[in-house]
Structures are given as C-alpha cells and as structure tokens.
C-alpha cells in the first residue's frame, strides 16, 4: 500500500477497533445475559445497542476525579498505556493479503512486546493509586503477568518454527495447506490460557477481582480514566481473538467468501469463546493460578516446543 | 487435574447450551406479573356495606406494625360511632407484612395487589385518610361491625344486635 493509503486504513482501523470496543461492551453484556437466562440490556434502541451511547454519555460526563493522595502524573498517565500498547500492537495484523499496516520480519515479536507493554498500565495504575486494594491489584497483575508472560512467548515459538519466519504474514500464508490449531492443538491451549491471564479478564481477572479487592487497580479511577481502562481491556480482547485468528486458524484464508470477510467471522467467533468462557468459567484462587501457571502451563509449553522442534526436524530430514 | 479439567469443558459445554432455554425475565412495564388475589401491597381503607367507615380507630393496627408507621386519632361522632379524625400511613417504611390486617376487628383495613406506588419525593409516600378510604367493602362483602357488636350507636341499643341477648338487668333479682 502507498503511505497515503496506509494512513486512511490506520485512521479507519482505529475508528473500527474503538467502535468496536464499545460496542463489545454491549454485546457481552447481552450475551452474559443469554447465558444466565436473561436478556441484558435491550431497552434503547434496537437490541439495545443505544445502550452503547448512554455508557458513554454517563462517562463522559462523570466526574474527571484525581485523588489527592495519589501520583498525579503516573495516575493520569496509566490508563492511557495500555490503551496505546493494545492500539499499537494491532499494527502488525494481517486482516487480508493487502489490507494490514506493517508487515515486519518480526510482527510476532512486536505483538509479544505490545501485549507486555500494556501490564504497565495496570501497575502503574496500582501503584499511583495509592490504595491498599489498588497495590494489591498491582502486585498481583505483576506476578500474573511475569509468569504468563513466559509461556505465552513460548507457547507461539512452535508456529514460528513450523512456518520459520516471525512475520504474521508469512504465518498465515504457511497456513494453506493445514491451519495450525491441529499441529499445534497444545500451543493453543497454552496460548489462549495465557492471552486471557494477560488481558486480565474473567476467570483471570485477579487484578480487579470485584469480590475481594473491590475493583483491584482501578478502584480509584473514574470517568474517563477508568473508559480508558476498560477500552483497553477489550482491544486487548479483540488484539488476542485477531492472533488467535492469525497463528491457529489460517488467518483471512478460507474458501467462497472475501479474506476480510473470513478473517472478521473467525476473530468474532473467538470474541464470542472468550465472553463464554467467562460466563462458565469461575476464577481461581491466587495459588492456584501461579501453580497452574508453573506446575502446568510451563512444562505443557516445552514438551510441546521439543516435540515440535523434533518432528520439524525430522520432516526436514525425510 | 484430568478430572478437573474435563468439569471445566463440561461446564463450559453446560452454559453453552442455555443459548437455547428460555429467558426467566418478565419485561416488567409492558408484560406485567402475575399477582395472587391476596397479594400484599397498597394498603387501602374500607367501607360497610352501607357506606359508613369502618375504621372505628381502636389503634390495634398502629400496635401490630413492626415498624410502626400507622399514625391515628379517634373521634366520636355524633351517633356514637367512632373513627379517626386522621388516619395515615407512612409508606416509605411500610413493609407490607399485613400484620394491620389481620389485627383490626373490624376488617377495614386491607391489602390490595397493587404496590406500584413510586414517588420521586418521599414526603409523597404518606398517605392520609382521603388517599387510603375506598368506597367498597373490600374483600368482605356483608360485614359490618356494628351490627355484630354490643356497642350503642343512634338506630341501634343495647341488645339489638345481630345474635346479641338481651342486657341483664343486674338491679333485679327476678330470675
Ligand atoms: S402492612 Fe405491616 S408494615 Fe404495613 S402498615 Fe400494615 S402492619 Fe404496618
Ligand atoms: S383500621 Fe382496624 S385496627 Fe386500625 S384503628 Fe381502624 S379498626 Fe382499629
């Protein structure tokens, strides 16, 4: 693409994902709602998507509230984080064969960079509060984050080395003969344990944890401030279900229909994974997490990397 | 660990299928909920058969709410019935229990299904005699109190109630 068209698709991508962000906000709450027999919000508008409007408008208007026993500047500045590192972070993925951003020898990585980026923001926003429930958030999100971080890294190296490139592109392309979800079934799991534990949502959601930290780390936000958050926190849904889409399940291929169009029904299907899982799935206790995480995770994540490595060379040698 | 693993699918499999069962909601203000004949809420004041009060402000009521918020004053009138000069109640603290029901002697006061009552200013929620008498009897149709007690009102002595004896003349030593 020219720079100029690159410029009007980031601007329309960033529209999209900010729509659509908010507009996920109303279709989880709708199906939490199906889920536990109810409807949800389905009063203004049709479906109850003005819902969407009146959100917004009732945080627009709130109160833009810095308490004065935090750190100012750390405390305005952390919401933005992670909206900015979920933002960035979809610079490199492909939504069709010409339709993407940045196509870098390193895509993965960068992805893997972003996502880390964004736990920043949850810490800092802990830490700046000044609040006992904040820290706790934070220390958790902390601890959360290093031990996940670990294997969600490692957990995509056995895509990276069927396909032997980091590029996102490349991956997806590697994909037409076979989508990744069978050879790499282990991956995936580990992968979208670890993705959830990262965007800190149910049933990983320990930082917030309503019922024992009232909201965790942003119990002192308000406003926009704590939009931001949650704006985050669903890019960093729909940034998880985009990759799932990209690494696993063959990206925009697939036959008949456009590859945007595929590539949209396979990151709304995974979208629609995620609200159910936190519909069904309760969450742990803290140990429970981290032996999980250790005990679990980590050595389901190198057999699967040895095993993978062994049977790429192994293929190489036939 | 294999087991709990294999819960986790299953329930995630559970929920999953309640995409198909039926929304419990009743979408309140368009589909309204069923409500027994003796459902309990807005208290309302009724009448006798003809017509009168029949609150004869014995306070009984006042006495049996729990969280006391009936407030009356007894008069007499001219024909030697009672009532309550006022008669109010506070329904921001009423909790519908229906103890005042089943106190008063004389069935006036009653429960009726209705309980969509909302006020945006509390003071609202107090109602006086004018807001709480009806016109009917209620749920009981042909009683009236004082045709069944001893008390002397004009039209009616001693003794001429409804299955009343005859006063006894306790000066006399006639058997
Ligand atoms: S229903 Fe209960 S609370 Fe209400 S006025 Fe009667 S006794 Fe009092
Ligand atoms: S409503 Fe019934 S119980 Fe209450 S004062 Fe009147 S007669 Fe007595």
Request: with cysteine; aromatic share 12%; proline share 6%.
């Amino acid at each position: 693409m020219s720079v100029g068209a690159t410029i009007v698709f980031s601007l329309v991508l960033l529209l999209a994902i900010v729509g659509g962000a908010a507009v996920l906000t109303w279709f989880e709450r709708r199906l939490l709602g199906i889920w536990q027999d109810r409807y949800g919000p389905n009063r203004l508008g049709p479906f109850g998507i003005l819902q969407v409007l009146a959100d917004m408008l009732k945080l627009l208007t709130k109160h833009d509230w810095v308490p004065p026993f935090s750190d100012k500047v750390v405390f305005i500045f952390a919401p933005t984080a992670i909206v900015v590192a979920m933002m960035l972070g979809f610079a490199v993925v492909p939504f069709s064969p010409e339709l993407y951003i940045l196509d870098i020898n390193i895509g993965l990585l960068f992805f893997l960079g972003m996502t880390s980026l964004a736990v920043y923001s949850v810490l800092l926003g802990g830490l700046a509060s000044n609040n006992k429930y904040a820290l706790l958030g934070g220390l958790r999100s902390a601890a959360q984050m290093v031990s996940y971080e670990v294997f969600m890294g490692l957990s995509l190296m056995g895509v990276v080395m069927l396909t032997g490139s980091f590029s996102l592109r490349d991956i997806v392309e590697a994909q037409r003969d076979g989508w990744y979800c069978i050879p790499q079934a282990l991956g995936l799991y580990v992968f979208i344990i670890a993705g959830i534990a990262e965007s800190h949502r149910l049933p990983f959601d320990l930082p917030e944890a309503e019922h024992e930290l009232t909201a965790g780390f942003h119990t002192e936000y308000g406003g926009m401030k704590f939009t931001m958050f949650m704006l985050g926190e669903y890019c960093g849904l729909i940034l998880l279900s985009c990759m799932i889409t990209t690494l696993f399940f063959g990206g925009w291929l697939g036959p008949v229909l456009p590859p945007i169009v595929w590539f949209c029904l396979k990151t709304f299907f995974f979208i629609c994974f995620f609200i159910l899982l936190r519909a069904a799935i309760p969450r742990p206790r803290y140990d429970q997490l981290m032996s999980l995480g250790w005990k679990v995770m980590l050595p389901l994540t190198l057999i699967n990397l040895v095993a993978t490595g062994a049977i790429a060379l192994w293929m190489q040698g036939a | 660990m294999y087991e709990s693993f294999i819960s986790q699918l299953r329930t995630i499999w559970q929920v999953l299928l309640h995409s198909f069962t039926k929304a419990e909601t009743v979408q309140y203000p368009e589909e309204q909920p069923y409500l027994a004949p003796r459902y309990r809420g807005r208290i309302v004041l009724t009448r006798d058969p003809d017509g009168d009060e029949r609150c004869v402000a014995c306070n009984l009521c006042a006495v049996a709410c729990p969280p006391d918020c009936i407030a009356l004053q007894q008069g007499v009138r001219e024909d030697g019935r009672w009532y309550p000069e006022f008669f109010r109640i506070n329904f921001s603290r009423c909790i519908m229990c229906g103890m005042c029901e089943e106190a008063c002697p004389t069935n006036a006061i009653q429960l009726t299904p209705d309980f969509e009552m909302c006020e945006y200013d509390r003071q609202s929620m107090v109602y006086e005699k004018e807001h709480l008498l009806i016109d009917g009897p209620g749920k009981y149709h042909d009683y009236n109190f004082y045709r069944v007690s001893g008390l002397k009102i004009d039209g009616k002595d001693k003794g001429e109630a409804l299955n009343e004896a005859e006063p006894v003349d306790v000066k006399s030593l006639l058997p």
